[in-house]
């Protein structure tokens, strides 16, 4: 039996997102699992405003998420120290619909490390530290495991299915 996975990440801000989803969808499709990127999702947003076109977004990949029993998400850090916002609530929509969730990252630096080498060390917030690569709220639920790669975070996860 295959198993459905949606793929998350600030990947679709790619210039050749749609190329580079396919060949996420192929990677799985090596392990037994059938990938879903979120641009599967033939959206016509050229008729409606950028709100309905949001809507309609958020509308489809929950609805992708929902037919998916597993999640594997990109969690590099996009545009700061942290994962994609985006992917984050995804992250937390398939947990909460008991799916099976996964992580990748390159950077496996801790996110202590990243804030304070960054413009933020500075600022009036404390910095969360527990020995993770990102928030704790993301990496609870794989029990703080982070994968190098989304190869091995697909090989890992098609382990699970077995």
Same mark, same amino acid.
């Given at each position: 039996m295959?198993?459905?996975v949606y793929?998350?990440g600030p990947?679709v801000?790619?210039?050749?997102?749609?190329?580079?989803?396919?060949?996420?969808?192929? $990677? #799985?499709s *090596?392990h037994?699992?059938i990938?879903h990127?979120?641009?599967?999702?033939? $959206?016509?947003?050229s008729?409606?405003?950028?709100?309905?076109?949001?809507s309609?977004?958020?509308n489809?990949?929950?609805?992708?998420?929902d037919? #998916?029993?597993?999640?594997i998400?990109?969690?590099?850090?996009?545009?700061?120290?942290?994962a994609?916002?985006?992917?984050?609530f995804?992250?937390?929509?398939a947990v909460?619909?008991n *799916?099976?969730?996964s992580?990748?990252t390159?950077?496996?630096?801790?996110?202590k490390?990243?804030v304070?080498?960054s413009?933020? *060390?500075n600022? *009036?917030?404390?910095?969360?530290d527990?020995?993770m690569?990102?928030n $704790?709220m993301?990496?609870?639920?794989?029990n703080?495991?982070?994968?190098e790669?989304?190869?091995?975070?697909?090989i890992?996860l098609?382990?699970?299915?077995?």
């Open positions: 295959a198993y459905n793929l998350a990947d801000f790619l210039d050749n997102a749609i190329e580079h989803g396919e060949k996420l969808k192929l $990677l #799985c *090596k037994g699992l990938g990127f979120p641009l599967d999702n033939k $959206l016509d947003l008729a409606n405003g950028k709100h309905s076109n949001a309609s977004i958020y489809s990949n929950t609805k992708l998420i037919m #998916c029993d597993a999640l998400a990109n969690i590099e850090p996009f545009r700061g120290v942290s994609d916002p985006g992917t984050a995804e992250i937390g929509y909460a619909k *799916k099976l969730v992580l990748y390159s950077n496996l630096n801790f996110y490390h990243r304070g080498t413009n933020y *060390k600022d *009036k917030w404390n910095i969360e527990f020995d690569v990102d $704790l993301l990496l609870a639920p794989t703080n495991v982070v994968y790669s989304f190869e091995k975070a697909v890992e098609a382990k699970r299915f077995i």
